[in-house]
């Protein structure tokens, strides 16, 4: 069987390999799975098929602890994060090799899953899609649940462009064992131009089809709306005008955000950074996934919490992230040649006093209040340091992580009783800081689109000034360049831990740069009542090389397609 037909054909299997078989021994009906005779003709079942597309099945090991995976890896043991500078998954998880650059289509660690899923679902879509052109069921509904598997086939696909560049197009064909899956035009990898051009398009169709609401009794949360398509196109435009891949323009990039803003039906979470995401119903939430008790998923505080709680010191910030806030006053705490900005106010004897609020809500430092005393990461004897209790799972940073972490929750023998925060998949921040970016690159920091409300400038500022981070505004003047610099800061630390990271610095075609820098740590020495803080080297081998700004096809689909599938440059 071909490549890509494993992922189209996990229906036809069940059906078309029964058929050939001696009809008296198979005369049974299941009891673990849906028949498709029943998708087929039950509304209700083919409505609960099309709303479990928005999760995927478990293809690699350490995915989807207590529930099945969603869109992207979120919440799982080893985030996204740690495949960049932000962190390092202190067990690594098969996240070092893409750290230290040893990627291969062999072997594509943590990124193993992302091929055989997208290209799943998108068939399962493909299916459902055709179901619902034969059903019987009210034009309205029909309408929207076809929009819904647009949404969900058009994420699918952005996130094989965004890892893979060029994509197999297949529209909306099913298929089936009788098809003829040797042709070359099977495995066609499109132009780039062809995959955004085709994603736009179903993004379109699907902001017309869904409802603008998810939140009532006849439309659940955690489905997509309208606001949902239009920030993943917001987000795919941008991309696109993005030098990587260089097929789209800022203007277009900029008016997709600004349709998002012009809803007036989001705003900022102004009752705290760190709350934010803890919050399910709050007004910056586009798009989420949301867990109950019953579908819960790595339990955060246990997996990542300091090893003298008891935690397993999973995800931890690198010092390369850490350096990066800026001080509360604006200003960045280091020169760009590393050395230290005294005009900033930073003091290097307490490096994490007066520092951007979003700091103190993301990572946990020594001396950081946590859970009734002081984080100790220092030597000798600090309980959260190599010398503490469960040292095996001792942060080789010197920090641990604090974003996303709930209090309210019990960090041990949580089973059951912990992680239910939600996973953001689109927030208002994100899209203010898209509109900021691209009506920079297109007009300047402090021009108003035709038809805006905001400059870029303003939309900036707006993320930057929430209440509940309350840093300075960045003042009119400013060049295109010089402002380039503060969007790349606000997505930085605005957005850490959420899966953006690898992709800016990989659009922006900075990674030559940023991934090579070494993934640093620090030794705190305490002496009497004062430290002594030592840069280190967390993890050796950092590397990056161009081949790296795509991943590899997996080798095994290469083989499958015997040959024909194209494999990305330099692997």
């Known amino acids: 069987m071909k490549s890509l037909s494993k992922y189209f054909l996990p229906l036809a299997l069940g059906t078309t390999i029964f058929s050939a078989c001696n009809k008296n021994l198979l005369d049974v009906t299941a009891t673990d799975r849906i028949s498709t005779e029943a998708i087929e003709t039950d509304t209700a079942v083919l409505e609960a098929f099309v709303i479990n597309r928005y999760i995927g099945e478990k293809i690699i090991s350490n995915e989807a602890d207590g529930t099945n995976p969603g869109f992207g890896r979120g919440f799982e043991y080893a985030l996204w994060s740690s495949l960049t500078d932000e962190s390092m998954y202190t067990n690594d998880d098969n996240t070092w090799l893409i750290t230290r650059g040893q990627l291969s289509p062999e072997n594509l660690g943590a990124a193993g899953s992302l091929w055989a899923r997208s290209y799943r679902s998108i068939r399962e879509c493909n299916y459902a899609k055709k179901v619902l052109a034969n059903i019987q069921m009210s034009t309205l509904h029909k309408r929207q649940l076809e929009g819904e598997l647009q949404f969900i086939r058009a994420f699918r696909y952005h996130d094989l462009i965004r890892n893979f560049g060029r994509v197999v197009l297949v529209g909306d064909t099913v298929y089936g064992l009788k098809d003829d899956l040797t042709k070359a035009s099977l495995f066609e990898r499109k132009s780039m131009q062809e995959g955004m051009d085709y994603v736009i398009k179903e993004l379109n169709e699907a902001i017309e089809k869904l409802p603008a609401e998810n939140n009532d009794k006849t439309w659940v949360m955690g489905r997509a709306t309208k606001a949902a398509a ?25 008016q997709a955000a600004q349709e998002v803003i012009a809803l007036n039906k989001y705003k900022l979470y102004t009752g705290g950074y760190q709350s934010l995401f803890l919050t399910d119903r709050n007004p910056e939430t586009i798009f989420a996934r949301y867990y109950t008790k019953n579908a819960n998923h790595v339990h955060l505080e246990i997996a990542n919490g300091p090893n003298g709680y008891g935690g397993w010191g999973g995800n931890t910030p690198y010092q390369n992230l850490v350096d990066a806030y800026e001080m509360k006053n604006g200003k960045a705490p280091f020169n760009e040649d590393g050395t230290v900005n005294t005009a900033s106010g930073y003091d290097p004897k307490n490096p994490y006093v007066n520092r951007d609020p979003r700091f103190d809500a993301t990572i946990l430092y020594n001396g950081a209040l946590y859970r ?34 709930n209090d309210a929750y019990p960090l041990q023998n949580p089973w059951g009783n912990a992680g239910f925060q939600p ?9 203010l800081l898209n509109f900021a970016e691209a009506a920079n690159e297109a007009y300047g920091p402090d021009v108003l689109p035709a038809g805006g409300s905001l400059t870029a400038r303003q939309a900036l500022n707006l993320v930057r000034t929430r209440a509940s981070v309350d840093m300075p505004e960045i003042p009119m003047g400013q060049s295109k360049d010089e402002f380039r610099k503060q969007v790349r800061y606000e997505r930085r630390v605005e957005l850490a831990f959420e899966e953006h990271r690898f992709y800016d610095v990989r659009r922006w075609k900075i990674a030559m740069v940023t991934e090579n820098i070494p993934a640093y740590g620090v030794t705190i020495d305490k002496n009497g009542e004062s430290f002594t803080y030592t840069r280190k080297e967390a993890l050796s081998g950092r590397r990056f090389e161009e081949k790296h700004y795509w991943l590899p096809i997996p080798r095994s689909e290469i083989l499958s397609s015997n040959g024909q599938l194209e494999q990305n440059p330099g692997y």
């Open 372 to 405: 009734g005393r002081a984080v100790e990461t220092f030597i000798p004897k600090g309980q959260d340091s190599p010398q503490g209790s469960d040292n095996w799972n001792t942060s080789k940073t010197g920090y641990y992580l604090r974003k996303f972490m």
């Open 230 to 254: 239009m920030a993943l196109k917001s987000r795919l435009l941008l991309y696109a005008a993005s030098p990587l891949y260089n097929v789209g323009n800022w203007a277009a990039a900029a």
């Open 423 to 431: 996973w953001n998949y689109f927030r208002y921040a994100e899209i």
